[in-house]
């Protein structure tokens, strides 16, 4: 058997920060009158804090200045942060730890790819951090998600071939990236919204362990 490397996502594939995302995205756009839907909020899963300003302004026609943009960056993180501050390994979803613990014992590599600078503090709130032998966050890549980059360099750093990598992700945008580095796709989510994945499930629960076994073998 050949060692794999699993690379996990973490908002809303971990944890479910995602809806903590959601709420200081919607504050932010509604404080400067802009509406903000879970439609639109899709869009900006799995993307740059960066480019998803970007892309609000741009849906409610706003123009602003470098000064205003970095004070709006400021702002949500401080929001999203507020959040954050109470998290403990509560807030792991359902099975997490099931996948974890059964790819630890069967020695497989074990990375973090996400396009958040937060990440590293997040693991450390649930108590996560040294299950993961490589963590590839935001502050290590220059090109998000549905850029490969963040993706291959955890391939990299587990020194895996992107071949052998499996992806759990939760976002279209790395779905794309995972499809683009040649990995296997693991969509964490609605399967409508993630249908380019090489396999859906609604949420960790639905995975069995003999399912973690036949991708092992292939
Ligand atoms: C991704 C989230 O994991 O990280 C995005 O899906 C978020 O919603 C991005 O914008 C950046 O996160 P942060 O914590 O650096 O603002
Ligand atoms: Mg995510």
């Given at each position: 058997?050949?060692k794999?490397?699993?690379?996990f996502?973490?908002?809303g ?7 903590y995302?959601?709420i ?6 509604n ?13 900006l ?12 302004l ?9 000064n205003?943009?970095?004070?709006l960056?400021q702002?949500k ?5 507020s959040?954050i ?16 613990d ?5 020695k497989?590599g074990?990375?973090l ?8 503090m997040?693991l450390e ?11 590839v966050?935001?502050?290590?890549v ?12 955890a391939a990299k750093?587990?020194n895996i071939h ?5 992806v759990?992700e939760?976002s ?16 964490i989510g ?12 609604n ?8 399912f ?7």
């Amino acid at each position: 058997m050949r060692k794999k490397g699993f690379i996990f996502d973490l908002d809303g594939v971990i944890v479910d920060t995602a809806k903590y995302h959601f709420i200081a995205w919607r504050n932010l756009a509604n404080s400067i009158d802009i509406d903000f839907t879970e439609l639109q909020n899709e869009q900006l899963k799995g993307v740059s804090r960066v480019k998803s300003l970007e892309k609000i302004l741009k849906w409610g026609g706003k123009e602003i200045s470098e000064n205003q943009f970095s004070n709006l960056m400021q702002q949500k993180n401080e929001d999203y942060l507020s959040h954050i501050d109470k998290m403990d390994n509560q807030e792991i979803l359902p099975d997490v730890c099931k996948v974890l613990d059964f790819l630890i014992k069967e020695k497989h590599g074990i990375a973090l790819g996400s396009a958040s600078k937060n990440a590293r503090m997040i693991l450390e709130k649930v108590n996560l951090i040294h299950q993961f032998e490589v963590i590839v966050d935001g502050n290590d890549v220059t090109k998000g998600k549905p850029n490969p980059e963040v993706f291959l360099n955890a391939a990299k750093e587990l020194n895996i071939h992107t071949n052998n990598c499996i992806v759990f992700e939760d976002s279209v945008a790395g779905i794309q990236a995972a499809n683009t580095a040649n990995m296997i796709s693991i969509g964490i989510g609605d399967a409508t919204v993630l249908h380019e994945a090489d396999y859906i499930f609604n949420d960790f629960t639905e995975i069995e362990i003999s399912f973690i076994k036949e991708l092992i073998k292939e």
